[in-house]
């Protein structure tokens, strides 16, 4: 869901800023000089940020939470022993 903030300048001048918020990403934020670019972007970003999180829910979620080490620890030694040695 976007929503919108309307702000003026000293000089006058009118800006509209659009944020939105997707749960599972950090919110995006755009300001714009008319209302009409800000909620185009807005319908965008959103389905963009949507199909995201749709592509990323077929992914098992132990998978995606690993760390680094539990990767590692997961590659069987055999791999890991043909690994190329240390260049310094």
């Known amino acids: 869901?976007?929503?919108?903030?309307?702000?003026?300048?000293?000089?006058?001048?009118?800006?509209?800023?659009a944020t939105v918020r997707i749960a599972?990403?950090?919110?995006?934020?755009?300001t714009f000089p008319i209302k009409k670019a800000a909620a185009e972007?807005?319908?965008?970003?959103e389905e963009l940020l949507r199909e995201q999180k749709k592509r990323a829910s077929g992914i098992r979620r132990e998978v995606a939470?690993?760390?680094v080490?539990?990767?590692?620890a997961r590659i069987p030694a055999r791999?890991?022993?043909h690994e190329a040695p240390h260049v310094r």
């Open 1 to 17: 869901m976007a929503t919108f903030r309307k702000y003026k300048s000293q000089h006058g001048a009118t800006s509209f800023t």
């Open 24 to 30: 599972g990403f950090a919110p995006a934020a755009k």
């Open 41 to 45: 972007w807005a319908a965008t970003t």
């Open 65 to 67: 939470v690993l760390t």
């Open 69 to 72: 080490g539990e990767s590692a």
């Open 79 to 81: 791999s890991r022993d």
